[in-house]
């Protein structure tokens, strides 16, 4: 277990406030959180892409970080007008 | 444990430590434009020092140029979103994004001073 794998651990329980906000917050306090986590998952998939020296890993993060600006903003506007 | 691998360490390290004090703010704030302040450094912050963890530890390889253009995307994204729930969140609260939630609100909108 190299210095990767123990930082994508510590990020993982780093989270876990974040968590707590996404279930008992009202909702945009949830959003926040949310968006808040969705950066901190692209930086778990990069660094157990390095931990674990799988450099075909490396795409997963580029796609995730694109498809989270999209999905975020998706969200925003849907909360703004409709719920 | 050579030079790079310590270097990386203390990086990664501080990364983890601004994504917790970021947690945790986002925790312990109250309303959501607070907690959005909390957002900033785990998105924008933590994925730069991760990204020079990786650059110490490998190198420019292809590797650290798909890291970069990962963590790229979520250094512009951050300010983009931070801005569309802020304004969300006041389009929620007061129906308009341009309106003041209180009378002598600081932004000079017609409607408070009336």
Redesign the interface.
């Known amino acids: 277990m190299n210095g990767f794998v123990i930082a994508t651990i510590a990020m993982l329980i780093a989270a876990v406030p974040c968590g707590i906000v996404v279930c008992r917050g009202e909702i945009m306090a949830s959003v926040v959180a949310y968006e808040a986590i969705s950066s901190i998952a692209v930086m778990v998939l990069v660094l157990l892409s390095e931990g674990f020296r799988r450099p075909g890993e490396f795409e997963l993060p580029v796609l995730l970080a694109v498809l989270l600006f999209g999905s975020g903003l998706v969200f925003v506007r849907f909360l703004e007008r409709w719920l | 444990m050579s030079g790079r691998?310590v270097v990386?360490?203390c990086l990664?390290?501080l990364?983890?430590a601004v994504?917790?004090a970021?947690?945790?703010g986002?925790?312990v704030m109250r309303?959501?434009y607070q907690?959005?302040h909390?957002?900033t450094p785990?998105?924008l912050v933590?994925?730069i020092v991760?990204g020079l963890?990786?650059l110490a530890?490998?190198g420019l390889t292809?590797?650290t140029a798909?890291?970069a253009?990962?963590?790229v995307?979520?250094v512009?994204?951050?300010p983009?979103?931070?801005h569309?729930?802020i304004?969300?969140?006041r389009?929620?609260e007061t129906g308009d994004w341009r309106r003041g939630r209180a009378t002598g609100s600081r932004d000079g909108s017609p409607g408070d001073r009336a």
Do not use: C, H, M
């Open positions: 691998e990386a360490d990664l390290g990364a983890v994504v917790l970021s947690s945790v986002i925790l309303d959501v907690k959005l909390y957002v785990a998105a933590a994925p991760v963890a990786i530890q490998s292809a590797n798909e890291t253009l990962a963590l995307f979520i512009i994204a951050g983009f979103l931070s569309a729930t304004r969300a969140a389009i929620r």
